[in-house]
């Protein structure tokens, strides 16, 4: 049995000042023997501690809802992380890559949440809680060095949680075997809805199921990212966009 004791809030300011100050920090892992409830524990932590300088709630993010992102990052759990109004970039905006460690960038779908959801309520329909749909990209920028990192290691560090950037939001629609298109200077990765989960819809099922586990809360306004359809490319300086097919073209600027 593992008795050693996990300092939940040294583990915590150690992954905020890795954010904090830009620096990478090793793996908890190669020190800490950390569960998945730890875990989640220390991303409360290091979530109240954004909040108490000021952030907001804005929204939830799911990892690893990808075969292509389970296998580039060597982990098989679905993951839940959370956004904060710092995070979020306009559409067609620009963003400093000196915020970043090592940013990477991803398509996402998103979907807002248009009432709140009690996750104690087992008779929570969540298709009928979301009544929009865009197209969405995700900047991830793991405070671990190299993007080194277990399942319970990146769990703790915000699912790698950086930046966030929504397109037009559209009435919520089928977006199952939608085209995705990343394209980021010279780099351009394709692929399609269905790498989802199958259907993007189950990662709302998804989220559901972990929320209630994990006690995070839902509410009216809230932002959902459904997870990468599509591995991860590098954020240079330049222009990002995403096209996902019915939905549209969302874009944001690197500037170096
Ligand atoms: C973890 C974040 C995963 C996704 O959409 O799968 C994620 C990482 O890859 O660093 O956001
Ligand atoms: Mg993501």
Redesign the pocket.
Known sequence: MNTKTIDIASLATRLDEAQCTVTDTPSLADTDDIGIDDAYRIQNELIGRRLARGESLVGV??????RA?MS??GVSEV?V?RLTDEMRIDDGGEVKLSRFIHP?I?P?IAYRIARDIDPDDPMVDIESYVDSVAPAM?I?D?RYRD?R?TYTD?VADN???AGYVIGTWLKLQDVANRAVRLEVGAETVTGSTAAILGNPVRALHALLDISRRRKIPMRAGEVI?A??ATA?IPLTAGTAQCDIAGLGRVTVKGIA
Request: charged share 20%.
């Open positions: 993010k799911l990892g690893f809802t990808s992102k580039q990052m993951i992380g990477k991803e996402e995700e991830i793991s993007f990192f990146v699912t790698s949680a990212l997870g990468a991860a």
